[in-house]
C-alpha cells in the first residue's frame, strides 16, 4: 500500500495541489495580444506542469503513483488541420481551454485522493480488517464513500477499493459488485475501463441510513460475554488444526478476532468471522465441513457459511 501512502499530511497535500492550481488559473487568465506573448505562455504553461508533476511526486512515499500518472497524461489542448492556419485568436483561446484542463486534471487528484483513508487518515486504517472483508462489507463500504459525495458525478470503484487497502480477489470483482448493487437499485453504474464507475442512488442512501439504524440497536460484545468467546476461539483453533490448518496460520487471525469482539456490534464481528473462515476455504486450507462447522460453533448461526 505504498504506493497510496503520502509523505506529508492530507492538507499539506491539498495545499500543494492549490498552488499549482493558482498558477495554472493565472495562466488561463493573462493579457495575451499576439503571438510572440502567446509563445511565452505556452513556455511558462510547460514550466507550471512540470513542476506540478515534480511536486505531486514529492507528496508520496513512492514517486510515479496512479494519481501523478492521471495528471501526467493530461495533454494541452489543440488540432491542427494539414495545410490550415489558425488565427491568433483561435490558438490563444486554446491555450486557455488547456490552462482549463489541467487546473480540472489537479481537482480530480484531490477529489480522487479524498476517497482514500490511507491518505486522509493513515492512522486509523487497519489493513489487516480491510483484507478480510467480506463481500457484503466491501458494498457496504462502497456505499459509504460514495455517500459522502454530492456531486452526483460517477466514482471509479476499483480506486475506491485499492486506494483503502481492499485489494480486489480477482480483477473482474469491482464491476460484479456495482453490477450486485446496481441490481439492488442502490447505485447508478457506468462502464469503464478499470471495471467500472458509480454515484449512488436515493434507494442506496436509504438503505445506510436503515443500516445504521439496526447497528445502533445491536450492543457491542461485552467483557461479560469476552471470556466465553475467547474459549470457544481457542476449541475452533484445535478444530481446525486436527482438520489440517496450519497452526501459524490460525493464531494471529484468531486472536484478532478476540481483540475485535470488544470494539465491533455482534453483526459486523460476525461479517469479520466469516471473511477469516471463508478465506481458509478459498485458500483451500480446510475443507468446507469444517469451516462451516467452526462458523457454527462460534456464531450461533445454524446456517451454512459454505454451501
Not at 55 to 79: P, S
Request: glycine share 6%; charged share 25%; proline share 2%.
Amino acid at each position: 500500500m505504498k504506493e497510496f501512502q503520502l509523505s506529508c499530511s492530507f492538507d499539506a497535500f491539498k495545499d500543494t495541489v492549490q498552488t499549482q492550481i493558482e498558477k495554472f488559473e493565472v495562466l488561463q487568465q493573462r493579457q495575451i495580444n499576439n503571438i510572440e506573448e502567446l509563445q511565452t505562455a505556452r513556455q511558462e504553461r510547460w514550466d507550471c506542469y512540470r513542476e506540478a508533476i515534480t511536486n505531486l511526486n514529492h507528496c508520496f512515499m513512492e514517486e510515479n503513483n496512479e494519481l501523478v500518472r492521471d495528471f501526467t497524461e493530461t495533454q494541452a489542448t489543440g488540432f491542427q488541420i494539414v495545410g490550415a492556419r489558425k488565427s491568433t485568436e483561435a490558438e490563444i483561446k486554446e491555450f486557455r481551454e488547456s490552462c482549463k484542463g489541467y487546473i480540472h486534471s489537479l481537482k480530480g487528484v484531490v477529489g480522487n485522493a479524498s476517497f482514500s483513508d490511507i491518505m486522509v487518515n493513515p492512522d486509523e486504517v487497519d489493513l489487516g480488517q480491510r483484507a478480510s472483508m467480506g463481500m457484503e462489507d466491501r458494498e457496504i463500504f462502497i456505499l459509504q464513500k460514495l455517500s459522502k459525495v454530492s456531486t452526483g458525478g460517477y466514482f471509479d470503484i476499483r480506486w475506491i477499493l485499492e486506494s483503502n487497502g481492499i485489494t480486489p480477489r480477482t480483477y473482474n470483482e469491482p464491476f460484479e459488485i456495482t453490477k450486485s448493487l446496481e441490481q439492488m437499485g442502490y447505485v447508478n453504474m457506468l462502464g469503464v475501463l478499470s471495471g467500472a464507475a458509480a454515484s449512488i442512488t436515493t434507494e442506496g442512501i436509504k438503505y445506510l441510513e436503515q443500516l445504521t439504524k439496526e447497528e445502533q440497536r445491536i450492543p457491542k460484545g461485552s467483557a461479560e460475554g469476552y471470556e466465553e468467546v475467547c474459549q470457544k476461539i481457542d476449541q475452533v483453533v484445535e478444530m481446525l488444526v486436527k482438520a489440517g490448518v496450519e497452526h501459524e496460520i490460525l493464531f494471529n487471525e484468531m486472536e484478532e478476532l478476540k481483540e475485535l469482539y470488544l470494539h465491533l456490534n455482534k453483526k459486523n464481528w460476525r461479517q469479520i468471522v466469516m471473511g477469516k473462515l471463508g478465506d481458509l476455504v478459498l485458500a483451500k486450507a480446510a475443507e468446507p465441513d469444517s469451516i462451516n462447522a467452526a462458523y457454527q460453533f462460534l456464531t450461533g448461526d445454524h446456517h451454512k457459511l459454505i454451501g
